[in-house]
């Protein structure tokens, strides 16, 4: 970093991040925090849109000038330009232009600069979520934006397709997909379109997922007689069989760290949250602080937290600390997902094969739809 | 460095990169590359030059996927022949399906259980003769949740629910080899409703026939 900036990046974090850094974790499993106010001044039509959008999904609410902290104001260019004011003492914390790309992905890298700056953490404007749509029939795996912008379909079986998986640091995806008559696993490139089954024993195959660091799948395969968990090679070579329960297992995610995996068990009669070594050994009741019916459960990048649907009539979801604790409600809805700065979360929410996905921000708890396309969505997965 | 040396060097560095990529290669697979068109990781700022720049004229990459021939994986040897062990063939291959004759054996679940109510029992030992009394046929039971479970929790206790089934028709004589089971969660419901008269009705597992084409 050259000095100019490691100085702009201190005094602003001096200046801005005890506003929101200092209960971070605190807060996430305790009361909501309030938004940052700040006023988005000059744009229109789609900029104002995405900035609008991202910024209120960050933790920000977007207000008049005289009740902001912070102020975004539009430049004279064709493209988009900023430059954010802290209202406080007037002081300029930046001011950029956005050549290139499309308006919306100007938009997109802009509001990234105004969290980095204020918040001192990397956006997410610009990462992408796959997820599975039911149109009436056919059930596809789709890939959009975080905001559900530019959806593409990426399967065409006119089958059912399920659970997509993002292979960390690659575009390209895991899945379930019934196009050979029953559920199967493959692994889709999404840059060239080369597909190849990856788990195709009789029986179940779902729920991959791939390692953090690229090396492994965790996966459900009952070929030994039960819904058990499985560890392989990234290539679906030499399975690894971790559980033996009699009754199924399921939704196997990774520690950031790759050496655990945590996932459903209702081996003692009731959904659980479980720990095992990614190597083998004993598996481990996570604690829930008695919170029962836990399911599809989602470890935060930074390794902290755990976030988990609870499936009691209702659909609910929870965050607890990932060594096990105290489980905390934070909203109506199924599946969550984190994105890669541990702080937002996809998710599900609606009934009757009705369902939309939603981006959560934990700490504020505020909740937005994405773009929906026609179809029931559900299963985010956030690249990350 | 003229230019000879420079060509020489090019071809050296082409047969090594030949040669180490064909030694990893597995048959029948499409490899899968270690990158893709662009700089970005997808969870980084792929509307900055990663592949999906432009959107909407890279969907026929998307679109058009090109399938590779499956392959086996294989079964580990010491595991297999136990009473629970899934067959490792294909039961379906060479054989059409009856969806009909068992239709009326359909198995029903109690919400969020996998074992077997004891008036079910009957219509597993009706599908248990006559696979036993025809030695041609072969089964898959294809086990179903209705909505109330989240999906992939649902995927795996519908399998169960298959397996709870197929561990019964065992149980009555019927060879492990016959049967297979199919896990469809809640993603293929008998009844399209939302209360309690349509989820008790997409609890079940449901008997197909697999039957060598001359014989249906």
């Known amino acids: 970093m050259k000095l100019p900036s490691l100085l702009q990046a201190m005094a602003i974090g001096a200046a801005?991040?005890?506003?929101?850094?200092?209960?971070?974790?605190?807060?996430?499993?305790?009361?909501?925090?309030?938004?940052?106010?700040?006023?988005?001044?000059?744009?229109?039509?789609?900029?104002?849109?995405?900035?609008?959008?991202?910024?209120?999904?960050?933790?920000?609410?977007?207000?008049?000038?005289?009740?902001?902290?912070?102020?975004l104001k539009a430049g004279a260019g064709s493209e988009v330009q900023g430059t954010l004011i802290d209202t406080g003492n007037q002081h300029p914390l930046?001011?950029?232009?956005?050549?290139?790309?499309?308006?919306?992905?100007?938009?997109?890298?802009?509001?990234?600069?105004?969290?980095?700056?204020?918040?001192?953490?990397?956006?997410?404007?610009?990462?992408?979520?796959?997820?599975?749509?039911?149109l009436g029939g056919a059930k596809e795996v789709y890939v959009s934006d975080y905001d559900g912008a530019n959806a593409f379909r990426a399967t065409e079986d006119r089958s059912i397709t399920a659970s997509p998986a993002w292979v960390p640091?690659?575009?390209?995806?895991?899945?379930?997909?019934?196009?050979g008559g029953k559920p199967d696993v493959y692994s889709h490139d999404l840059a060239t379109g080369a597909r190849s089954r990856v788990f195709g024993f009789n029986g179940l195959n779902t729920s991959a997922t791939v390692s953090p660091d690229g090396t492994r799948i965790a996966v459900i395969l009952s070929k030994?007689?039960?819904?058990?968990?499985?560890?392989?090679?990234?290539?679906?070579?030499?399975?690894?069989?971790?559980?033996?329960?009699?009754?199924?297992?399921?939704?196997?995610?990774?520690?950031?760290?790759?050496?655990?995996?945590?996932?459903?068990?209702?081996?003692?009669?009731?959904?659980?949250?479980?720990?095992?070594?990614?190597?083998?050994?004993?598996?481990?009741?996570?604690?829930?602080?008695?919170?029962?019916?836990?399911?599809?459960?989602?470890?935060?990048?930074?390794?902290?937290?755990?976030?988990?649907?609870?499936?009691?009539?209702?659909?609910?979801?929870y965050v607890v600390p990932a060594g096990g604790g105290d489980a905390t409600a934070i909203t109506a809805g199924e599946?969550?997902?984190?994105?890669?700065?541990?702080?937002?979360?996809?998710?599900?929410?609606?009934?009757?094969?009705?369902?939309?996905?939603?981006?959560?921000?934990?700490?504020t708890r505020r909740v937005k739809d994405v773009n929906r396309i026609s179809g029931s969505c559900s299963q985010p997965s956030w690249a990350r | 460095?003229?230019?000879?040396?420079?060509?020489?060097?090019?071809?050296?560095?082409?047969?090594?990169?030949?040669?180490?990529?064909?030694?990893?290669?597995?048959?029948?697979?499409?490899?899968?590359?270690?990158?893709?068109?662009?700089?970005?990781?997808?969870?980084?700022?792929?509307?900055?030059?990663?592949?999906?720049?432009?959107?909407?004229?890279?969907?026929?990459?998307?679109?058009?996927?090109?399938?590779?021939?499956?392959?086996?994986?294989?079964?580990?040897?010491?595991k297999a022949g136990g009473s629970n062990e899934l067959p490792s063939g294909n039961l379906r291959d060479g054989k059409i399906e009856d969806r009909e004759t068992f239709k009326a054996n359909t198995v029903y679940f109690e919400y969020d259980k996998s074992a077997i109510k004891s008036s079910e029992l009957a219509k597993i030992a009706a599908v248990a003769e006559h696979l036993k009394s025809h030695a041609e046929a072969s089964l898959a039971v294809e086990g179903h949740c209705d909505e109330r479970g989240t999906e992939e929790y649902n995927r795996s206790l519908s399998e169960r629910r298959a397996l709870s089934i197929r561990e019964r028709l065992v149980n009555l004589g019927v060879s492990a080899n016959r049967v297979t089971t199919e896990a469809f969660g809640e993603d293929k419901p008998a009844d399209l409703?939302?209360?309690e008269s349509a989820w008790s009705k997409n609890r079940r597992g449901e008997f197909i026939l697999l039957v060598p084409p001359s014989l249906k």
């Open chain 1, 94 to 134: 930046f001011a950029r232009s956005y050549p290139g790309g499309s308006v919306r992905s100007q938009a997109h890298t802009l509001s990234d600069d105004v969290v980095k700056a204020v918040t001192g953490n990397a956006g997410i404007a610009r990462t992408k979520i796959a997820y599975k749509a039911d």
């Open chain 1, 16 to 71: 801005v991040l005890p506003a929101l850094a200092a209960g971070f974790d605190a807060e996430i499993s305790g009361q909501a925090v309030k938004s940052i106010p700040i006023a988005v001044t000059g744009y229109t039509g789609e900029a104002a849109q995405v900035l609008k959008f991202d910024l209120e999904v960050l933790g920000f609410d977007v207000v008049p000038a005289a009740k902001a902290q912070f102020e």
């Open chain 1, 224 to 317: 030994a007689g039960s819904p058990d968990l499985w560890v392989s090679n990234i290539d679906g070579t030499n399975p690894r069989q971790l559980t033996t329960t009699k009754e199924s297992e399921s939704s196997p995610c990774w520690s950031p760290d790759s050496k655990t995996i945590c996932f459903v068990s209702n081996r003692d009669g009731k959904a659980a949250l479980y720990t095992i070594s990614a190597g083998g050994g004993e598996m481990r009741k996570l604690s829930t602080g008695g919170i029962l019916n836990c399911t599809e459960p989602d470890w935060s990048p930074d390794g902290k937290w755990i976030a988990f649907t609870r499936a009691a009539g209702e659909f609910t979801l």
């Open chain 2, 193 to 195: 409703g939302h209360d």
């Open chain 1, 169 to 179: 640091g690659r575009l390209a995806l895991l899945y379930t997909s019934y196009k």
């Open chain 2, 1 to 78: 460095m003229n230019c000879l040396t420079k060509l020489g060097l090019i071809a050296l560095l082409a047969v090594v990169a030949i040669g180490s990529g064909c030694s990893k290669k597995p048959k029948n697979i499409t490899p899968i590359p270690n990158g893709y068109n662009g700089s970005a990781a997808p969870g980084s700022d792929l509307s900055q030059g990663g592949a999906l720049r432009g959107g909407p004229g890279n969907s026929g990459r998307f679109t058009q996927p090109t399938d590779t021939a499956p392959r086996e994986l294989g079964i580990d040897p010491s």
């Open chain 1, 335 to 363: 599946d969550p997902s984190w994105a890669r700065n541990s702080r937002t979360i996809v998710f599900t929410r609606g009934r009757d094969r009705a369902r939309r996905l939603s981006l959560l921000d934990v700490p």
